[in-house]
């Protein structure tokens, strides 16, 4: 699917096309699984609030973009490591789920800038004698390292958080409501889809007895993709009546029942301080 | 395609938010208009829609296999505007939920495939399919093509993006701070991959669906699916300048590619000044140059001194910048005038 997310073992599957597709799409709902049932621990950072963790999330955003030293950066992932440790999040869910699949999509990309950014030398490679410039190598760090960092704290939000109370938290943090009610249902119905395609592949997989040839399998990934879509369309369908019919005028309403606590306020006042940190170490 | 956070700086952040955010209004005000309460769960089902497109592997010709980004369908089968909203919505449930494209650079992603990849694959969609039946075979290329545009367009604004942070943000010993490569590595790096591979997918899978919904769903090419679809024909013609419009001015940087002066539009000053003589001989065929420009050409140039001289506005120190928001400046003085222009015709085009 991605460039990131699903790197982390998604297509070395073997097999016919079905069997992949249908491993491909499982993987994605055991991610979603793992993160509530991770969210549902006593950990540090499932106490906080999740308006609180939103807004300290932004705030560590902008401290890894505007850091202009990786010393400032390995600090800050030394951080996401030490709240993950007291969240119960290990460094294997980190490594699997955050620094491995960035490493893997950035370390493509920062690599070729060891030789490509023109600036003083540092050494040559041994055999094949292409200088590495320190600007390049400084430039490759910076890039990994904001990567890495901001992967590593949305990976913590979402390991600590529910997906209703980040959506909750979006909504009284003045989000508007339509935005919040459609990424709810959103992320409702990508489960509904995946379980659909997951089933039809399976489907056609015990059908199949032997692997598809490229068109075939083209034909079929085609085809799937059109009953999907006319499913999708019978679904909207089929929630529209059913949300008029359970009183649906435009509106919507959500409840709120958070409560801020003296430590949230703490660990916002730490992570706003960090991008002013970053910029007065910078000045 | 998914640009992950830190890649771009935080003022490209800012103002591809900026830039995307008046399409998010316009076809949120739009959808809404037309549908009313039935938007909610059609934008939702379909972002989800789009998500899990996003995961069916295509098998390519030569082994490899690809994904597509679904826009162009939803483009086909919404319209433009509905496929902005749930191509963006299924942005953020990847990069909020699974890591995938930044939370920083979720404008940029969207502008590039949401705004830029629906406008690009329904123009297509449009102009190749004018006219013909809903069974016809044409319909099934002109899907074709517009996916295969829309993702090479999409990809070709996210290597601009890539490749002006080198030029725009370096820090004082000219080391790149966010993504490192000029535009000549970063165009050719994501077009190649995108103009085979990527783009193939969506090609075969936007044209491979139209030709399943055309034997299973034709209802769903009429147009009676699409929100965009119930205006007048009067407005449609409009439309489609709007969107070349508005895809002019997403692909005017491209003059950033373009090093030196354009042959003939050479400054007074340029006729004095020593490497400048050198690329207008060089450029002229090595033909002789006089020592002082033209006393006409230096009279007339005289005359009026604009406000973005070459580009880039006196306070701005950066040569690339300038010449970006020239291009966003321009491009939006035309557009307002044209609006201006359309809303008189309008006006007086009614009946009282």
Request: glycine share 8%; aromatic share 8%; with cysteine.
């Amino acid at each position: 699917m991605s460039e990131q997310s699903f790197i982390a073992g998604g297509h070395r599957h073997r097999g016919n096309i079905a069997e992949r597709m249908v491993h491909g799409l499982q993987q994605v709902m055991e991610h979603a699984l793992d993160a509530e049932a991770q969210s549902a621990r006593q950990g540090l950072l499932q106490q906080l609030d999740p308006r609180i963790k939103l807004l300290s999330l932004l705030a560590v955003l902008s401290a890894a973009l505007l850091a202009r030293q990786p010393g400032s950066l390995l600090l800050l992932l030394g951080l996401a490591v030490l709240l993950g440790q007291c969240s119960q999040i290990s460094l294997r869910q980190l490594y699997r789920q955050a620094w491995l699949s960035v490493l893997l999509f950035s370390g493509v990309l920062a690599v070729p800038a060891l030789f490509l950014v023109p600036g003083e030398t540092l050494f040559s490679l041994p055999l094949l004698g292409w200088p590495v410039s320190r600007q390049g190598l400084y430039s490759a760090a910076l890039l990994l390292g904001r990567a890495e960092v901001a992967a590593s704290f949305a990976l913590l939000l979402m390991l600590s958080t529910p997906w209703t109370h980040v959506l909750k938290a979006m909504r009284s943090l003045g989000v508007p409501v339509l935005l919040v009610a459609l990424l709810g249902m959103t992320h409702r119905y990508v489960f509904v889809l995946l379980q659909t395609a997951s089933q039809m592949f399976e489907a056609r997989r015990s059908r199949m007895l032997a692997p598809a040839s490229g068109r075939m399998a083209r034909q079929l990934i085609a085809s799937s993709s059109g009953v999907l879509l006319g499913k999708a369309f019978q679904l909207s369908s089929d929630v529209h009546l059913a949300m008029v019919s359970r009183g649906y005028r435009g509106d919507i309403y959500l409840l709120h029942s958070f409560h801020t606590r003296k430590r949230d306020w703490c660990a916002l006042l730490l992570a706003v301080a960090l991008p002013f940190l970053i910029v007065w170490t910078h000045a | 395609m998914h640009i992950p956070d830190g890649y771009l700086s935080p003022s490209t952040c800012a103002l591809a938010y900026a830039v995307a955010l008046p399409f998010w209004l316009v076809a949120y005000q739009r959808a809404k208009r037309l549908l009313h309460t039935r938007l909610v769960p059609l934008f939702a089902v379909f972002s989800a829609f789009c998500f899990v497109i996003m995961m069916f592997n295509l098998p390519l010709p030569g082994g490899t296999s690809g994904h597509a980004v679904g826009m162009a369908i939803v483009s086909i089968v919404l319209g433009p505007w509905a496929s902005i909203i749930a191509v963006s919505l299924a942005l953020l449930i990847q990069a909020l939920f699974f890591g995938d494209g930044g939370i920083s650079s979720f404008g940029a992603n969207s502008l590039n495939m949401a705004v830029v990849g629906s406008l690009v694959a329904w123009a297509v969609y449009r102009l190749l399919s004018a006219g013909a039946s809903l069974s016809s075979r044409r319909r099934v290329l002109a899907a074709g093509a517009a996916g295969y545009l829309a993702i090479n367009a999409a990809a070709l604004l996210t290597a601009i993006e890539f490749g002006v942070q080198p030029m725009l943000f370096h820090d004082a010993s000219g080391t790149p701070l966010y993504a490192p490569y000029p535009l000549s590595v970063a165009v050719p790096a994501m077009m190649i991959g995108h103009l085979s591979f990527a783009g193939m997918a969506e090609m075969l899978l936007t044209a491979g669906l139209v030709a399943y919904l055309q034997r299973s769903q034709p209802e769903l090419l009429a147009g009676q699916a699409g929100i965009g679809e119930q205006s007048g024909s009067r407005s449609r013609s409009a439309r489609q300048l709007w969107y070349g419009l508005a895809g002019l001015m997403i692909l005017s940087p491209l003059g950033l590619l373009a090093a030196g002066t354009a042959w003939g539009e050479w400054a007074a000053e340029d006729f004095a000044d020593p490497s400048s003589r050198q690329q207008i001989i060089q450029a002229s065929g090595l033909h002789a140059l006089p020592q002082a420009a033209p006393e006409g050409l230096a009279r007339l140039a005289g005359l009026w001194s604009a406000p973005f001289p070459d580009y880039a506005p006196a306070f701005i120190h950066s040569a690339g910048f300038g010449y970006v928001l020239s291009a966003l400046f321009g491009a939006g003085l035309i557009l307002l005038s044209l609006l201006l222009l359309s809303q008189l015709a309008g006006k007086r085009g009614l009946p009282q």
